[in-house]
């Protein structure tokens, strides 16, 4: 394996999504709500948040080497039991933190960047408190992770800040309609973590890191999938109603068919490994559908108003 094939597969690239997403939405509700877009601006922000995202996966790849909690996983999926590089011998543990550093020094050089170009200090408040949710999600004596704050951490770092911190980057300002259309994609991406968490249950239980799964159990965390899954859904129509986002974003439903799928195959298959995949899978596929197509729906909102 060549070096460039192994470190794309330690940041877990084809992940990105997670990041990318926020991204293009936050940007693009900047567009319908100002009709001014800036593709450098937009550019320099998502490469900044994948080097993060890079950084948060190395660094929790290596401390939850650390803890021995991926060693002692034997059910990890494609989705869920870290990249395995240390496991497999490809990585040292001591490669994998240095990774995490550079990519966290990448993502702090962008930030500076795009403080550097927009009013005031936000984007480097913002970065610092993403990079202080990624890094300490399993670093640390008090990781948010092992202390029942795993859940509200993916949401805050994977929905709420990039979406705000994208539309500030492209306005120079805040809006509460950034804030809370958020939720739906921060909703869907904490789901992907969600149901990642029942096939490491049994791992994850020995090292203590108790996240929501582990302290509900299975059983009765099944609840937890749901509500994230088509909450999601409830909030892009209840924000629609509100006037928080254009009506043409409620091409999000047009996905509600694979959400409904994988939520079957979930409630079928959540105390199995290899049967819950394809609803693994599914996750990240309705958290990428919602995001585009909301986005669509933003970018459409946009050109319509410019035509009238």
């Not at 190395?58 to 870290?82: R, V």
Request: charge should be positive; charged fraction near 10%.
């Amino acid at each position: 394996m060549n070096a460039v094939k192994k470190w794309i597969l330690a940041v877990r690239a084809p992940f990105f999504s997670a990041c990318a997403m926020p991204v293009i939405f936050g940007a693009t509700l900047a567009y319908y709500e100002t009709g001014n877009f800036h593709w450098w601006y937009f550019g320099i922000t998502l490469l900044g948040l994948i080097a993060a995202h890079a950084g948060a996966n190395l660094a929790n790849d290596y401390f939850d080497h650390k803890t021995k909690d991926d060693e002692i996983n034997p059910n990890f999926t494609p989705f869920s039991g870290g990249s395995r590089m240390i496991q497999n011998g490809i990585l040292s543990a001591r490669a994998i933190l240095r990774g995490a550093f550079i990519s966290y020094v990448l993502a702090l050089v962008a930030g500076i960047y795009l403080t550097a170009v927009t009013p005031g200090y936000w984007v480097l408040i913002l970065a610092v408190a993403g990079f202080m949710g990624g890094f300490f999600y399993t670093a640390g004596k008090f990781a948010f992770a092992y202390h029942g704050l795993g859940e509200l951490t993916i949401l805050v770092n994977f929905g709420i800040l990039p979406v705000m911190g994208s539309y500030y980057v492209q306005t120079g300002a805040f809006s509460w309609s950034a804030f809370w259309t958020s939720f739906p994609i921060g909703f869907l991406i904490t789901a992907i973590l969600y149901i990642n968490q029942f096939p490491d249950y049994d791992a994850d239980k020995a090292v203590r890191k108790n996240h929501l799964v582990v302290a509900l159990g299975k059983e009765k965390a099944r609840a937890g999938y749901y509500f994230l899954i088509y909450g999601s859904y409830a909030a892009i129509m209840l924000l629609v109603l509100f006037g928080y986002l254009t009506p043409y974003s409620l091409a999000a439903l047009l996905s509600l068919p694979i959400a409904v799928k994988t939520t079957r195959i979930f409630a079928a298959n959540y105390n199995k490994i290899k049967e819950l995949i394809p609803a693994q899978a599914g996750t990240i596929q309705v958290h990428t559908l919602v995001g585009l197509l909301m986005s669509i729906g933003c970018v459409v909102g946009a050109l319509l108003k410019k035509v009238r």
